[in-house]
């Protein structure tokens, strides 16, 4: 199985950015999926993520800024980020379990700067 990730980049604060990560590989469907992100200098934490079923989890410092959704015939899930804020700043992983096991795609960065 294996995870690809895109969609990071420079953005200026407010803007938006739009992350994809999709799973291939021999796989029936994902259990669990979605986004954690690692700042600097501080632990990795959860952004988003959702089961295959939809139900979604968001970070408080996520929620009205960023929105998950998922493509399940793909494999797929997106996470659009908008008013982001330099705070956002991070290398952002995605994440999948699937069939008991834990995978994580390569990092994207993530720069929220002017």
């Known amino acids: 199985v294996q995870l690809q990730a895109s969609g990071g980049g420079l953005v200026q604060p407010g803007g938006s950015l739009r992350l994809s990560c999709a799973a291939s590989g021999s796989i029936f469907n994902f259990n669990v999926m979605g986004w954690y992100r690692q700042a600097p200098g501080k632990q990795r934490e959860l952004v988003a993520v959702?089961?295959?079923?939809?139900?979604?989890n968001v970070a408080d410092s996520a929620k009205g800024r960023f929105t998950l959704s998922r493509d399940n015939r793909k494999n797929t899930v997106y996470l659009q980020m908008n008013s982001l804020k330099p705070e956002d700043t991070a290398v952002y992983y995605c994440n999948a379990l699937i069939q008991g096991v834990n995978y994580w795609g390569k990092g994207t960065l993530v720069t929220v700067s002017s």
């Open positions: 959702t089961t295959y079923g939809g139900n979604v």
